[in-house]
């Protein structure tokens, strides 16, 4: 699944590891899910859309629309 969290980060001068204390998740949660390594579970995905007053589907695009 492809993303924008990365560049949604880097626009807000934030490293992964204060992303993942506002998500409270791993830093390396945040980096599997920048790489596409490993898609988020829906409740860390509403959380990152809420953080960045986006919708899912603006951050997130499975590939199918």
């Given at each position: ?30 980096n599997?899910?920048?790489t ?30």
């Amino acid at each position: 699944m492809n993303n924008r969290l990365k560049v949604l980060r880097a626009m807000n001068n934030w490293s992964q590891a204060e992303l993942a204390e506002r998500l409270d998740v791993s830093r390396q949660a945040v980096n599997a899910v920048e790489t596409g390594k490993h898609d988020p579970s829906l409740p860390l995905a509403f959380r990152i859309a809420r953080l960045f007053q986006l919708s899912i589907e603006e951050i997130f695009d499975d590939g199918n629309g």
